[in-house]
């Protein structure tokens, strides 16, 4: 299973910004949280990750609660290029690393 | 453009066939990955080979046998497959299997088993 807990789909208006939030209750201090997406017809795209500090880059911002316990993947300005399945994962530093995805939430981008 | 290249983009084969996937990556990375992406269901990890060795296996049929001659080739070789089988096969790379690195995804195969 999944450990990771996201909603199944969102709606946004474009050039709106877009908060995509992620559930990890479980995670473990040395579990990495990683974003990608995946537009239709195509293969998943790494967006960000991060472990602990908040993260930017050209592409989104990663904003993750103080415990841990939940993540945000804010984009900016939405556009409708952004529309596709975000897809939030754990990656775990330790050899029993299990690269688990779950559902991801389908993001629509609204003209 | 990720860098990693996947061919055929599209097949169809026969239950008594035996066909391959290839997958490169021009990225200098060390580990290579196939997943399968199905219908309505999330991507599944299949193999990953680190450092040309393989680390992961996730309890995939023998129907399914991966080849990794060096760093920036991953082949899957397939072989009296089932209908259920059909998908999007889908290879990535990353610097190494460590998490702290993200992965980049080919464009897929898509797999339709007759």
């Known amino acids: 299973d999944a450990k990771t807990t996201q909603p199944n789909s969102m709606e946004s208006n474009e050039e709106e910004p877009v908060h995509l939030p992620c559930n990890h209750s479980?995670?473990?201090?040395?579990?990495?949280i990683h974003w990608y997406r995946q537009l239709p017809s195509q293969g998943p795209e790494y967006v960000i990750h991060?472990?602990?500090s908040n993260v930017n880059n050209r592409m989104a911002s990663l904003a993750i609660a103080e415990d841990r316990k939940s993540s945000t993947l804010i984009l900016h300005r939405a556009t409708l290029r952004d529309a596709a399945v975000y897809y939030c994962?754990?990656?775990?530093?330790?050899?029993?690393?299990?690269?688990?995805f779950g559902k991801g939430t389908r993001l629509h981008i609204l003209p | 453009e990720t860098g990693v290249t996947q061919t055929p983009r599209h097949l169809v084969m026969g239950m008594t066939n035996k066909k391959s996937l290839k997958c490169e990556q021009h990225?200098?990375?060390?580990?290579m990955y196939w997943y399968k992406q199905s219908a309505k269901k999330p991507l599944e990890l299949m193999f990953v080979y680190n450092f040309k060795e393989q680390t992961e296996n996730n309890s995939v049929p023998s129907r399914f046998s991966p080849e990794c001659p060096n760093s920036s080739h991953l082949f899957l070789h397939l072989h009296t497959l089932q209908p259920e089988d059909s998908a999007l096969y889908l290879c990535?790379?990353?610097?190494?299997?460590?998490?702290?690195?993200?992965?980049?995804f080919g464009p897929g195969t898509r797999l339709t088993v007759t």
């Open positions: 990225l200098g990375h060390n580990a």
């Open positions: 479980t995670i473990s201090g040395t579990d990495y």
């Open positions: 990535a790379s990353s610097q190494t299997y460590e998490s702290s690195y993200e992965q980049y």
């Open positions: 991060g472990l602990t």
């Open positions: 994962i754990l990656r775990d530093v330790g050899r029993d690393d299990k690269i688990i």
